[in-house]
């Protein structure tokens, strides 16, 4: 079995920095507070899965690392593996080689440390009201009481601004404000790491630029670590402190780029925008650069 | 790309400012009485009830033969003579509560079947193979069989009883199950949900519309086995329920009680469909949007 071999070029991560099992939680995390070591740890991943008469590999070999507070973008064409590698994060398949590491600890299932915001508006519960659902993770597995989750549900509610619908059920919501309450659930959990899977790529492009600008908002309200798929070039560059670009069939990296800081101009992200394209595809992006600048 | 630009005319372009909407006529208003009230489903139900009385008094009474088809007038009255002079109401309950039972053991015997059949492969298969095999079979053709097995009373029919309730809300949950969307399943395992919880707290409510519809198609199974059993064996069980009783009318003529009979079967079963499924769904799948 190859499963528990380092195949990465990076090198065996800091097993050194490995908590004991069974040693303090809050000592683990005091280790990974730490910017410089890697929070997510992802090695040399190679993903397949089985569709009715395939096997497909997803990824090969991918090594990248997350560090605290990074707004990491996973980038590539449709077809890169980028939501599968987002899926193998989240615990949900297993590398068949390779390991992933959250704060050193291998990855087997998923868990609410790794809270995932979907692209699809029916990841809401629909029998539950948006403060319920903000409630529900919080509460089950006993990890908070009523009240207190019921404080922390609405605090999260009111920084996505959905203060008056905490009541209402989701059928009654637009689809940016279901987005809304599930980037609220995932960050009232205050997961380690908020793992978004193109979640604004079923919006309309209006308020496509709305959620962005409030998420980044967010971002500095709390400084979470979220690691973020999308296929769309400029909004990989608003939203990310740092890009992966992966090549397709089968998803490789290709190359792992600072992004942009706020404020930079509109040729500056022109020029990165088609440095990023030329190195992706030939072919083109599914959203045209806008004229004017994208961080006015 | 260049060309078409060319080629139309420039136009001036049209601004202006939007005018408050106190300023004109309606943006939103009440509907009218008749509006509201005709929008409330009981009230239109209510309505044809009543033209389907009328109806059939005018036939029955025209007919005039209360030997083949009584008037509704002359059914009300031997409907509430055997509530408030006979059995009627005894009988009716001793159905009821057969019913319950049959039915309540019904629903747990497709809770074990479906929760195996959801948590592996064969178990999906055995409730397939059984569902095709036992779906199609009436529960009636299995009385005899089960009056050999229990012998004269509520025993068997409680058994043809589990036989029409199971196979059917077995069915409808397991399918409900199968389609609960995938990213609701991811949910429910990113909370770390897994096993009962998972099935209780994730998949039963999402799966609701088809349990519902399940529960509610069972129902009326078991209803009407039940009665038919009655009829069936009704002769040699002392206190037999209202099959029983429209059996025991028919054999002494009296077919306004036969009538009435039936008119309580009708009347429970409007009731649990109308009252007790229809907000059993307004409190759960349309409030939740579920259905419509």
Known sequence: MTEDQNIGPAGPPQGSNCAPSGGSVDAKRQGWGDHSLPLLAVRGVTLQYKTKDHLVTATYRVDFDVLRSDRFILLGPSGCGKSTLLKAVGGYMRPIEGEIRLKGEQVTRPGPDRMMVFQEFDQLLPWRTVKENVMFPLRSGGRLSRKAAEEKALEYIAKVNLTPFADSYPHTLSGGMKQRVAIARGMAMEPDILLMDEPFAALDALTRRKMQDELLALWEGTRFTVLFVTHSIPEAIKIGSRILLLSPHPGQVKAELDSLPQGASAAQTLALEQRIHSMLFADAIEEPAPAEGVIA | ?292
């Open chain 2, 1 to 292: 790309m260049g060309f078409v630009a060319e080629a139309l005319p420039r136009r001036p372009e049209i601004l202006r400012e939007p005018i408050s909407a106190s300023e004109f006529g309606i943006v939103q208003k009440p509907l009218s009485a008749w509006e509201r009230i005709t929008n409330v489903g009981a009230v239109r139900k209510f309505a044809l009830l009543v033209l389907i009385a009328v109806v059939w008094e005018l036939y029955a009474r025209q007919l005039d033969n209360p030997l083949l088809f009584p008037t509704f007038s002359a059914t009300v009255i031997a409907f509430f003579k055997g509530i408030f002079g006979g059995d009627l109401f005894t009988k009716a309950l001793t159905s009821l509560h057969v019913l319950v039972l049959g039915y309540a053991a019904g629903i747990a015997c497709a809770a074990i079947l479906t929760v195996i059949a959801i948590t592996s492969r064969v178990g999906t298969d055995l409730l397939e193979l059984l569902t095709s095999m036992f779906n199609p079979l009436p529960a009636i053709a299995l009385l005899p069989l089960a009056l050999i097995w229990f012998g004269l009373g509520t025993g068997s029919i409680v058994f043809v009883i589990i036989h029409s309730v199971l196979w059917a809300v077995a069915l409808n949950t397991h399918s409900g199950f199968l389609a609960v969307s995938n990213t609701l399943r991811m949910v429910g395992r990113n909370y770390g949900l897994r096993g009962l919880p998972y099935v209780a707290r994730i998949l039963i409510p999402a799966a609701f519309p088809s349990i519902l519809t399940g529960l509610k198609i069972g129902w009326a199974f078991a209803w009407r086995t039940l009665i038919a059993a009655e009829l069936v064996f009704g002769v040699s069980s002392g206190s037999g329920g209202l099959g029983w009783y429209i059996y025991e009318n028919k054999n002494q003529l009296e077919i306004p009680s036969v009538f009435a009979g039936l008119f309580t079967v009708i009347v429970i079963g409007l009731i649990v469909e109308n009252v007790v499924f229809r907000v059993l769904e307004a409190k759960t799948v349309r409030r939740w949007g579920l259905q419509s």
